[in-house]
């Protein structure tokens, strides 16, 4: 079955610092990989996504992501963390089903909460 | 721009009692969703919608019913509310086709006692 595994519960950067979110998951077929950030409150905002071609692929606020096939791995990156960047971040696939083939079910990870220290 | 629009942000509900939640979006998209947020577990589908007039069962639909009758708006029922189903609910829309970016609502936040 479809999966997707964020190992890390809960992690704290200090400001300025480098930062990596993991990503795994399982899927048959060439996977359709998305990041979302959830801010306090809020609903959860697009990052980054990936679909085939280059395997490191930019998003918003600074951040990136590579996809590995061989580890099924598509982990979030970003070089230098901002206090405002403290929110749950959610690792997803796209999971074709039904209906004519398209992409209409998203499979999340259990997420990351990120903290910022200053 | 709107976007994706949920009716009620808040609602605190009896066991046994029923209510809807409502979802608009104005993006003229066709496929919408239904997700609930339970802590530790991420978000999980209950039902989803390729068009109007449609819907489909997701991961977790017991417990739920949901209408499309409007492309813009894609209702979630529960008949008989229980306190499992205090949770985060979270309405979603996309464009048809293959992998395309999901908007969020800014969910409603339910609780059963």
Not at chain 2, 49 to 55: P, R
């Amino acid at each position: 079955a479809q999966s997707v595994t964020q190992p890390d519960i809960h992690i704290t950067v200090s400001e300025g610092a480098s930062l990596e979110l993991r990503c795994n998951y399982s899927y048959g077929a060439t996977p359709y990989l998305f990041w979302y950030v959830q801010s306090p409150g809020q609903g959860l905002q697009l990052l980054l996504k990936y679909f085939s071609g280059d395997t490191l692929v930019q998003g918003i606020k600074g951040f990136e992501a590579e996809f590995k096939r061989s580890q099924s791995s598509f982990n979030l990156r970003k070089p230098s963390v901002h206090w405002s960047d403290a929110a749950e971040y959610f690792c997803a696939v796209g999971d074709v089903v039904g209906y004519g083939g398209a992409t209409n079910k998203l499979i999340f990870g259990t997420g990351t909460l990120l903290a910022v220290q200053p | 721009n709107a976007g994706v629009t949920q009716t009620p942000k808040f609602r605190v509900l009896k066991t046994g009692q029923s209510m809807t939640l409502l979802c608009a979006q104005d993006m003229n998209h066709e496929y919408m969703y239904w997700y609930r947020q339970d802590p530790g577990m991420g978000l999980r589908l209950i039902h989803y919608s390729v068009g109007e007039g449609t819907t489909a069962k997701g991961e977790v639909p017991d417990g739920y019913n949901v209408s499309r009758l409007k492309k813009q708006n894609f209702l979630l029922g529960l008949e008989s509310a229980a306190p499992s189903q205090t949770s985060v609910y979270f309405c979603a829309s996309s464009r048809q086709g293959v992998g395309t970016e999901a908007f969020f609502g800014q969910g409603t936040r339910l609780t059963v006692v």
